[in-house]
Structure formats: C-alpha cells, structure tokens
C-alpha cells in the first residue's frame, strides 16, 4: 500500500484534496458550533454551522477575484440558500430513514464515477479514459482505506445516493402523458400565417387615477396584494466618499518618492509590481501590451506616452484613473492599409489610484455622528439634514437581503431595518453610522410591513399603474374597433397600407401558440385565446393584453401531419419527463423551504 501511495502521491493527494472538499459539502451542518458569533441563520430552530460557511464561502471566494461588494453579498446569500436546501433534505433523508446499500454504492463508483478522475494518468491508455483500469482500481480492497475513498464511501452513503432516492420517491408520481404531448406538440407546430394590427400606446393620452378607483381594486382583490416577504423603508442621509484635496497631494507625493527611487536605480518593473494598482498590467512590470497608436489611452496618458523618447520616464500625470507615471519602451513607424505611416508606441506605467483617506472618511462619519446625534434628542431627521446641507430621502420598500439602488450593498442595512432578537436593543432613533466603498450613510426607520399582511400604501403604485394602463388598452381597443370597417379595404399590405390607418402599425408575421406576438407577447393566454377564436379570412378582434390591444386577420394555419406529430411523440415524450422531474423536485423544494422557518443572520453576522 505504501508503494503504491509512493508511486501515485499526486493522485493520492489531489484525491484528498478533493474529499475534504466533499466533506465540507456534506457533513452535518449542526456540528462545530464553536464559537461565540451569532449563528449564520436558522433553519426551524436549528442551527447552521459558522465554521462550514466561512470555509465554503472562502473556497469560493478563492476561485473569484475582483469581486464588487454587491457581488460578494449576493455570493452570500445564494450560498446560504444552498446551505438551507442542504439542511432540508438531510433532514428529509433523516426522517425517511433513506440509506445506501453496498450494491447501490458500487454501482453508483462504476456508472457515475468521482468527478476529474477520467483525467488522472493512471486511468488512461494513449490519453483516454480506460475504464478497465479504473475497475481493476475499484476491484482492490486497498482503494478503500485511501483517505478519499474513506470520505467518498461516506458522502455515497449518507447524501448522493440518499438524495438520488429521494428524488426518485418525488418524481414516481409524475408521468407525462401521450395526449399531454400531442398537444404541446400542435400548440408548437401548428402555424398561422397572419397580419397584426396593433395601437402605437404614444398616441393614447394616459387616463387619470381616482382614490376611489384605487380603494375600490384594492378592496375587491384584496389577496391579489399579499405582501410575501417582510419589508421595510427607510430615511437616509448619504455622502459620497471622495478623495480630499489633501488626499490627492498626499498620492501626488508619494507618486514622486517613487518616481526618485526609480531614478536613482530602482527597477522600474520592481517597482510597478510592488506599487501600481493597475491589476491588468502591474504583474506584468507595468507594461501595457505591444505596441499601438495614438488613441489608444485616454487623452492626458496618450500625449504623454508618445512624447516620450524611447527609455524616458515621465514625471507623474494625472488622469480620471489617478496618477501614473508612464515609461516609453520604444516607438516605431507602421504602414497602414491605406498606404499612409503611423507612429505606434511601446509603454508601461505606474498607477497610483486617489482614494479618500481614514481621516477624510472619519470627518464625513462626523458629520451623521452631529445628525444622530441631534434625532436622538428629539429632532426631525429631515429638518437636522437640510439644516447641514443634507438630503434625507426615503427608499421605496425592501426585503432582508436587497439593497436601496443609489446606494447599492450597505453592510448592516438589513441587520438595523428588520427586527432581529440577536441583535442588542439600542436606544438611538437611527442606525450606526454605516458604509460601503462610495458612500458613508446614516439610516433611520420610515416603516415596516409584516409578511402576510396587505396594505394599500404599498400596493397603491402598482393599483394605479395596472388601471393607467387598463385605461390605454381600453383606448385602443375602442379605435380599433371603430376603424374596423378600414381594416377591411386593406387587401395588400405594403409600405402605404402599414401605416394607412391613425395610431396604428400593421405587420405580417407567422406565429404559433408558444410564439411570440407584438401587442399580445409571448407564450400566453392571451395569444393563444386570440389563435383559437380568431375566424380564417377576416380582421378579428380587437384581442388585449395588460399592454396592448390588436386586430388579428388569419391568412392560413398549417397543422402538422399525423406522421410528423408520430416522429415527434417520442422526443417530446422524453423530454416531457426530464423536464417534469426537474421541475417536480425543483417545486417540492421550494415548497419545503417556504413552509420552513428559516432565520438569515448574514447582515448581523458580518456586522459582527
């Protein structure tokens, strides 16, 4: 065994790699709870592990650079939404007390091998995979005491192939039917030839909104304005982090003390490893590519660069990227297409962005210290901030997780704005002053709306927005219908009779029922109640959407022959169930997870 390991060490490790991967995926997500952090979330009272988290979200982060703060916290919470998936169907698999057999175990090593072990040397035969080797592999007892395999044999048993039978269990119901396949089938395939008229909405004046027009909706379809997810909205005061004048001289100097080392006999490349913020070009030693002509930059780099002799270093310039100090690495003449010469240049630079410094970011935090402070004494929040300048505006309505759009991802947002019994109960009116890379911000509570509750407050912009455009669909149905008569005299449709008639577009198009149609949309009910009713020959109509309304004429429908809907019944039949099983765990799952209680800390937890 230990001569094998010898001769098979970077197997040996990469496999152990690799089932410490799969082990953090896997294990139970109740265990090692350690620390005293407050748990990442909850699932039904259960903990989820701190130390599980961080490492995967590490693991992840570790393939990803770059990354935006608002692409860092969405990464969060997509991974602890896999984290509560996760937790459900262990939990699942727990209480139906699924379990692998060896038989199911070994089949499962020999049909769906471990992932990237076809591409081991060991296994191949003139570069290809030789499942030969790999099951004279599988056919040694030793394979089973490798420390992979050890943890491999554990995920089989306790989380694939459990989870596979599950799957199982759930999709046993579903069986798509040859009539259900005939008729996606005909809804696909059947294919009307047609024109379509349809009203330009710019030309159909929006109708105003009464209160009582509102109330009324409101009051009818009441449970049409359930609230799913706990809201909230907030007052805020923002101010943009921007460099100082004296954190611009500050870079300038230091830009200089550079430019001096070079100067007396630094490397140039050295340097621009160690100091330029360029991430494109400072592993490189600051070089920018081969050689390339004017235009190339922007503006204040470019007439730099190219008035540079060849090995001459600029003194430091500033640009909308900050400070750079720039080296010519040679120019050169090149004819172009056309015959005429044009000068290229070789270069490489220092960037030294211009960033607000702690002390600048401090005096901005003082500022909303001076308004918190005032609001907590028993000032307006609104009236503190004009009396220093300052706008205070109020969000729109969020949920745990989203963020206000001006401002993008803030760090604690959600922790302040949703009650959280973690959370130490504080006295002040507003938030701790909070931040993120453009804006310092102070928060204060303008409202909250509990899941499960309907408000008209809330649902007012969307009522008057639905019945505006009611108003304009009705508009338009009405003039369609009124030039019915006009439609009818169009008997060739050219450049003249598409536009021939007021407020309207005529077009011809070839449609199907999971087509797409202008002023109808795709794929609907809409569409389709418009191509079942519509009478070959004559203008039908006028058909509405929530957008539009439009007068269709029929030219022709084509029909699948009953020998084309026999060679697609098989193929749709297959598809039908791959796509039916999917969606069956797909809807299982997200059912379990909504009739979970689940509590995400992820706001308060890295607050903390």
């Known amino acids: 065994m230990l001569t094998w390991i010898s001769e098979n060490a970077k197997w040996v490790i990469y496999i152990f790699i690799v089932g410490i991967i799969a082990g953090l995926l896997f294990m139970d997500m109740s265990a090692l709870q350690l620390d005293n952090r407050p748990p990442v979330g909850t699932v039904d009272g259960e903990k989820l592990s701190n130390e599980l988290f961080d490492a995967r979200l590490r693991q992840i982060q570790s393939q990803q650079t770059g990354l935006s703060n608002e692409q860092v916290a969405q990464m969060r919470e997509e991974l602890f939404r896999s984290f509560v998936q996760r937790h459900l169907i262990e939990k699942l698999i727990a209480e139906t007390k699924i379990k692998a057999s060896v038989h199911e175990m070994k089949r499962d090593l020999r049909t769906d091998p471990p992932q990237g072990i076809d591409r081991e040397p060991m ?202 100090i720039i080296q010519s690495l040679g120019k050169r003449i090149e004819e172009k297409e ?161 536009t021939s008639i007021e407020k309207v577009t005529i077009d011809s198009a070839t449609v199907s029922f999971e087509g797409f149609l202008p002023g109808l949309g795709y794929a609907n009910t809409d569409l389709y109640r418009a191509l079942s009713s519509a009478k070959e020959g004559e203008w039908s109509g006028p058909y509405t959407s929530n957008q539009n309304a439009v007068l269709i004429k029929v030219l022709s429908k084509n029909v699948p022959s009953e020998e084309a809907l026999k060679a697609a019944m098989e193929n749709e039949l297959s598809v039908s169930w791959q796509f039916g099983a999917f969606s069956a765990f797909s809807d299982y799952m997200r059912n379990l997870e909504a009739n979970a209680k689940v509590v995400n800390n992820l706001d308060l937890y890295y607050r903390e």
């Open 338 to 498: 056309d015959g005429e010469e044009e000068e290229q240049v070789k270069a490489r630079h220092i960037l030294l962005t211009i960033n607000a410094a702690s002390e600048t970011i401090d005096s901005l935090e003082a500022i909303l210290n001076d308004i918190k402070a005032e609001v907590d004494k028993g000032k307006k929040f609104d009236e503190v901030a004009t009396a220093k300048g300052l706008e205070a505006k109020t969000s729109t309505w969020f949920k745990r997780g989203s963020e206000i759009p001006e401002l993008g991802h803030v760090s604690g947002l959600s922790s302040y704005a949703f009650f959280n019994p973690l959370r130490p109960k504080e006295d002040s009116k507003t938030s701790d002053i909070l931040q993120n890379p453009k804006w310092v911000v102070i928060f204060e509570k303008a409202g909250s709306l509990p899941a499960g509750s309907r408000d008209i407050e809330f649902a007012r912009s969307r009522i008057e927005q639905n019945l505006k455009a009611k108003g304009r669909v009705d508009a338009i149905a009405e003039h369609l219908r009124t030039n019915l008569g006009r439609f009818a005299e169009i008997t060739v449709l050219d450049s003249v009779s598409k």
């Open 123 to 324: 296994f191949q035969t003139n570069e290809i995979f030789d499942f030969a080797k790999y099951e004279a592999w599988l056919a040694d007892p030793e394979t089973y005491n490798i420390p992979f395999m050890l943890e491999y044999e554990n995920m089989l048993k306790t989380a694939k192939i459990p989870e596979k039978q599950l799957r199982l269990f759930i999709n046993a119901g579903f069986q798509p039917s040859s009539l259900e396949a005939k008729h996606k089938i005909l809804n696909r395939e059947t294919k009307f030839e047609l024109w379509n008229a349809q009203g330009i909405g710019r030309y159909f004046e929006e109708v105003s909104i009464s209160e009582n027009a509102v109330d009324s909706v409101f009051k009818a379809q009441r449970d049409s304005f359930f609230i799913a997810d706990d809201l909230a909205k907030v007052r805020y005061v923002a101010i943009p982090i921007a460099p100082s004048e004296r954190d611009v001289e500050n870079t300038l100097e230091y830009a200089e003390m550079l430019l001096a080392q070079i100067k007396d006999g630094t490397d140039f490349g050295d340097i621009a490893r160690n100091s330029s913020e360029d991430p494109g070009s400072a592993t490189m030693g600051g070089e920018l590519g081969d050689y390339g002509p004017r235009g190339r930059w922007v503006p204040e780099f470019d007439s730099t660069a190219f008035a540079l002799d060849s090995g001459e270093i600029s003194n430091p310039i500033r640009t909308q990227f900050g400070f750079h």
